[in-house]
Structures are given as structure tokens and as C-alpha cells.
């Protein structure tokens, strides 16, 4: 196991810990000192907070199937509420480096996806559902067997893809590449800006905000995804104050060169207690009558899937970070660690934030050189303090929070070199893995076209016995979810 060059000359000593906080947390065991994990904790929090505010947009712009939205302030503080609650819960439970918040990707599955077949209680309903399901295929074991079952070069293109995924995302959120309007008549689906040119002051924001935030990555400058957010959203401020561009619909109409969806504007007020309305506002019931009983059992298994496996990556990514994996690549705590992902998600849907999940962005902590759950506590403190300063979101546009998507994509893609491209049996699932999310939209595709072909790929070479038995059946319920439109169609 690594661990962080010693501070002052003085390494800490594994064999004689400092205290009863030093034994329970392991610190002085895996090579880390307080001071590191306290800086570890403010690292991780600077290079993800944007979710408090990058959620509540992907949420806040969506409309359920009764036409409703949910409020972005109330989104706001509760999506910090959970981070901080589940991100503590993983610090003392798990004693691992891995912060919490609301899934991107999962995220918009739910409002994109879900909700519009049904109400946001029925869909937050659907991801408590999930939730619990996971948490009990975790106290049987499934969870961890499933998670050891699966090659450590797919778990790293499950994470690849989810990258270039969030990118696209971002790009469209911002209008910097746009649906082509007349695209059944051309072979290009999407283009450039609005008619191939950035031609809006909204998109010019998003463009500086990215080459800003992308100067502060290069440099390795602490929170520099929250730096870049915040520059762009002064300069949005500013070129609104000027210019009076005004919302991308006006009186029902298009306005094509105005901002997505939050117009920046200064708030009336900056700090104010925190609107925790939307705690408990789901249901488990209804959804099942309203978009019919497959249609639901499907949901449930996309966001299954995509929160199992999503997690299974970032546990790997962030244990390699800090040399915490042992010789199977599985981290301390690994059933402690999967538990608490599980209760997350269930807490997220119970708080209508979206599935909870774990962050990628923790291995800027472990590279400060977080090694425990201390770090943990940092980082779900400030997340809390976070809901006092809900107010501010409302003037976040999504040209300048889409430059984190981005700049995420582009830190998830780098994990690409570590895939052997030269061994055809593991990179062409890999590869369909890691193209088919941002190219069909959809994180549960990427995943499923990857897992089965390497069951394909591997029967077809004559190596049965190098499939784990697991991914047999992981494989087989894919085959389902692809085939669900004729299923549905047979069934209903």
C-alpha cells in the first residue's frame, strides 16, 4: 500500500497511534496526519461543489408529467444537505476518502427519463426503490461479488464513458453544439452554435468561463472547477447588467441567443435558511398504476445498474489514487463503502435531489493526501454550510456551470490510457462502452453493449472459463432492458 511522503521529516508511525480519533479513523496506519486530511477535505470540496449548483439546474429545468417543475432554491439546499449528511455517513461508516452528492448522468436520467411518465414523488419514490434494493444485494454480498466479477479495464471504461457523457451534456446545456433544425433532411444531427457560429453573448460567457477554468485545471489550482463557475457567473452577471439578454423563451416566444435557462440577476438576498420543503416528498406507489408496471420495473433496473457499476469504478479510480487497493484491487471497507452508496441513493430520492452516489472529484482530496474518513468530515461540513447560500444559485446560469461538465468529462477521460487497446477481447467492449453513453445518451447503453459483448467476445475465442459466472446473468438481464420496447409491446 502507498502512502504520503511524511510530513516535516517526521513519518507517522502505524504501530503507535496518536489517539483513540488517530485508531478509529486509521490515520496514522495508512500514512496520513490530520493536517493532510483536513486538506484533503477542503480539496475535495472545491473541486465538487458546483453539484449544489449544477444540480438543481438539471433537475430545476425539467417538467415532470403533469407539466410541474421542482423549485431550484429548495433543490439547492438539499441537495447540499445529502452531500454533506452521506459524505460524514461515508467518513465514520466506510473510513475512506470518497465524498458523496447527487449523480451527474443518474441525475438526468431522472428528470430527462423518469419523471416525464409520471410525477417527481413518483420518480424520487422510483429511486428509493433502487436504493433499498441495492442496499440489500450489498448485505447479501451480491453487490461486493458482482463488483469483484467485473475486469478492472471495463470498470475503467464505464468511467471513461460516463466522462465523455457529462461533456456532452454540457456542451448542449450551454448552446455551444445545438440540434440542427432541419437535421432529418441533413447528415449532420447537431452543429456549432446557431447556425454554425457563436453568435450569442450567453455562448461567449461558457467559452471564456471553460478556457478559464481549463488554465486553473493545468496549473492545479485548488477548486478549480468552483473558481471557474464563479468567474463565469460574475461575468454572466455583468453581461446581463449590459446587455439585457433576457431568457431563451420570451412570452412563449424563442429567443435563441438568450440564457438557458437561469437569467443572472443578483439575488435580493445572499444568505437565508435553507428551503427543506422537498424532504420526504416521494412515493412508491403510484408510479407503478401511472406508467405501467414494466415501464417501472425497467426504470428501476437503469438506475440499478447505473448506480452499481458507476460506483464501482470511482471506488477503484480514487483507491489507486492514494495506493489504498489491495492485490484483487478492491479498497478497504469495501462492503462498508457500497452500503453507504446505496443508502445515499435512497436518501437522495427521499430528499428529490436524485440518486446520491460517489464523486470522482475525491481524488483531488487523495491527492492532497487524504488516506481516511477524516477528510470526509471536512468536506460533508462544508456541504452543509453550503445550504445556508442556496440563494445564489438562482443566478448561476448553465453557461457558466457547464464548463464543470466539461472540465469533469475531460478529468474521467484521462483514465483511458490505462485500457490495453492492443488486446482486442477488452478493448472492443470497452470501446462500445465508452462511445455508446455519450452518443446515444444514455449511461445504462454504454454499459450494457459493453458487458455483453465481452461475454460474446469472450465465448466466441473459446475462453468460457474466463467469464466470471456473475456477468452471465449481468449480461442476460442487458438483453432484457434492450429488448424492452418488443417486450413491453408483447406484454402490455
Do not use: C
Not at 171 to 195: E, H, K, Q, S, W
Not at 414 to 426: C, G, K
Request: glycine letters at 10%; hydrophobic letters at 55%.
Amino acid at each position: 500500500m502507498a502512502v504520503a511522503p511524511p510530513e516535516n521529516g517526521t513519518p507517522p508511525n502505524p504501530a503507535h497511534p496518536r489517539n483513540g480519533f488517530d485508531r478509529f479513523f486509521e490515520i496514522s496506519a495508512r500514512g496520513s496526519t490530520l493536517s493532510r486530511e483536513v486538506r484533503g477535505g477542503l480539496a475535495t470540496f472545491f473541486t465538487m461543489a458546483y453539484i449544489v449548483v449544477l444540480n438543481p439546474l438539471i433537475l430545476g429545468g425539467a417538467v415532470d408529467g403533469d407539466g410541474k417543475s421542482l423549485p431550484i432554491p429548495a433543490l439547492a439546499a438539499a441537495t447540499a444537505l445529502v452531500a454533506g449528511l452521506m459524505t460524514i455517513l461515508m467518513g465514520v461508516v466506510g473510513r475512506f476518502p470518497l465524498a458523496l452528492a447527487a449523480g451527474l448522468g443518474v441525475n438526468a436520467l431522472v428528470a430527462y427519463e423518469i419523471a416525464p411518465e409520471m410525477t417527481w414523488a413518483d420518480a424520487m419514490g422510483l429511486v428509493v426503490i433502487e436504493g433499498v434494493i441495492i442496499a440489500v444485494l450489498v448485505l447479501t454480498g451480491l453487490r461486493t461479488a458482482v463488483f469483484r466479477s467485473v475486469p478492472t479495464q471495463m470498470k475503467t471504461a464505464i468511467g471513461v464513458g460516463i466522462g465523455l457523457f457529462l461533456t456532452i451534456i454540457g456542451l448542449v446545456d450551454a448552446g455551444f453544439v445545438r440540434r440542427i433544425p432541419d437535421a432529418a433532411n441533413t447528415t449532420v444531427p447537431v452543429g456549432l452554435g446557431i447556425g454554425g457560429k457563436l453568435v450569442s453573448w450567453p455562448m461567449l460567457v461558457f467559452v471564456v468561463g471553460l478556457l478559464i477554468t481549463l488554465v486553473l485545471v493545468v496549473r492545479r489550482v485548488k477548486g478549480a472547477i468552483l473558481i471557474g463557475i464563479l468567474a463565469s457567473t460574475v461575468l454572466a452577471v455583468i453581461v446581463e447588467a449590459i446587455g439585457n439578454i433576457g431568457p431563451s423563451f420570451v412570452n412563449g416566444q424563442p429567443n435563441p441567443k438568450g440564457w438557458s435557462l437561469n437569467v443572472p440577476e443578483l439575488p435580493k438576498t445572499v444568505v437565508d435558511l435553507p428551503d427543506l420543503s422537498l424532504l420526504g416528498k416521494f412515493n412508491v406507489l403510484d408510479s407503478w398504476g401511472k406508467a405501467g408496471w414494466l415501464v417501472v420495473l425497467m426504470f428501476i433496473f437503469t438506475l440499478l445498474i447505473t448506480d452499481f457499476f458507476d460506483t464501482m469504478g470511482t471506488m477503484v479510480a480514487v483507491g489507486q489514487e492514494g495506493g489504498l487497493l489491495d492485490e484483487q484491487g478492491t479498497p478497504p471497507k469495501a462492503k462498508e463503502i457500497l452500503l453507504v452508496d446505496s443508502i445515499a441513493a435512497a436518501a437522495g430520492g427521499a430528499a428529490s435531489t436524485s440518486s446520491n452516489t460517489s464523486y470522482i472529484e475525491s481524488a483531488a482530496g487523495v491527492a492532497e493526501g487524504a488516506r481516511t474518513g477524516v477528510a470526509n468530515l471536512v468536506t460533508g461540513a462544508l456541504f452543509l454550510l453550503a445550504m445556508f447560500l442556496a440563494p445564489l444559485v438562482v443566478i448561476v446560469p448553465f453557461e457558466a456551470a457547464s464548463t464543470a461538465l466539461v472540465v469533469v468529462g475531460f478529468l474521467m477521460m484521462t483514465a483511458v490510457r490505462t485500457i490495453d487497446w492492443s488486446d482486442y477481447e477488452i478493448a472492443i467492449p470497452a470501446f462500445l462502452t465508452i462511445v455508446l453513453m455519450p452518443f446515444t445518451y444514455s449511461i445504462s447503453n454504454g454499459i450494457g453493449a459493453g458487458l455483453i459483448t465481452f461475454v460474446v467476445v469472450k465465448l466466441a475465442r473459446g475462453k468460457a472459463r474466463e467469464i466470471h459466472p456473475l456477468l452471465y446473468g449481468v449480461a442476460a438481464l442487458f438483453v432484457l432492458y434492450f429488448l424492452r420496447g418488443p417486450i413491453e409491446s408483447l406484454v402490455l
